[in-house]
């Protein structure tokens, strides 16, 4: 508003030169200028009056013109905006009601919340750090590791999930491997989550971090792990199969069991990891 403010001021106070200019004196100049010394002294105080008379009536008009374009220009600066920010207070609506979806008690209400930050993410650029924060933390709470609830509880409903995953927790991951709200450089934070038996074939989660997680059995084949972070993390009979493993951090992670047939971009083996003695 202040800018604004600062703007008309301007143009206000060169409009005022400009007419005062128009007005007083660039009519005698130009006549004078036109017609000369010699010339300007032939003609009678009649004569001249009305020669500077009509050369100011073509700079009025002329300078109604500019101050009409002038108008026209600083009324479509103000429609955008206004378009700016009616837009973005939608965004900031739709991202207050993709909130409310994620922390619903229903599962797909919960879904929906996650493909709706996605979609607010692909349309508004400014907000893609935010979403892929949201959706990492929202991964975290709603499947961590150790799990919150009685394991048993949880290990009765994981026969019904969807690819090894909930709905809501299998499609925030998908959704950020998309990677369409992961910022360049950014890392995804998802330690100690619990993604045992996830179908993640062909995802592109280079860079993320599972430090401490759990991915016993998880279906990894095809993905691009590059950079990921694997510290402290379980991977027991998962699938590598063909996965890019380049300057992957597997410090004391458990490969026991894992498929690593055809996967790229190994370092020196990972650090021997000792089960807990009982």
Not at 216 to 224: F, K, M, Q, S, Y
């Amino acid at each position: 508003m202040r800018r604004t403010a600062w703007l008309a001021v301007v143009i206000t106070v060169g409009v005022g030169v400009l007419l005062g200019w128009c007005v007083a004196f660039a009519p005698a100049w130009i006549v004078q200028h036109d017609i000369g010394v010699q010339g300007g002294s032939q003609l009678s105080t009649a004569d001249r009056l009305r020669a500077v008379n009509d050369v100011r009536v073509v700079l009025l008009q002329g300078a109604a013109g500019l101050v009409a374009l002038g108008g026209i220009g600083l009324g479509a600066v103000l429609s955008l905006r206004q378009i700016r920010v009616s837009r973005e207070g939608q965004f900031i609506d739709l991202f207050a009601r993709a909130i409310e979806q994620l922390s619903s008690e229903q599962v797909s209400v919960r879904h929906g919340g996650v493909y709706a930050m996605e979609q607010i993410a692909d349309a508004a650029p400014h907000y893609r750090g935010h979403v892929a924060a949201l959706l990492a933390s929202f991964v975290r709470q709603q499947a961590p590791w150790p799990p919150a609830r009685p394991p048993g509880e949880v290990d009765a409903e994981r026969p019904r999930y969807t690819g090894g995953l909930r709905d809501d927790v299998g499609g925030a991951i998908a959704a950020l491997s998309r990677r369409s709200m992961v910022l360049p450089g950014d890392s995804i934070e998802l330690e100690k989550v619990d993604l045992r038996g996830a179908e993640l074939v062909d995802h592109d989660l280079s860079g993320f971090c599972f430090a401490g997680a759990n991915l016993d059995g998880a279906n990894l084949t095809g993905c691009d792990l590059s950079h990921t972070t694997f510290a402290e993390a379980s991977l027991k009979n998962a699938n590598l199969t063909g996965a890019t493993l380049t300057d992957a951090n597997l410090t004391d992670a458990n490969l026991t069991g894992a498929d690593l047939t055809g996967a790229t971009g190994l370092g020196p083996p990972p650090a021997p990891h000792h089960a807990p003695a009982t």
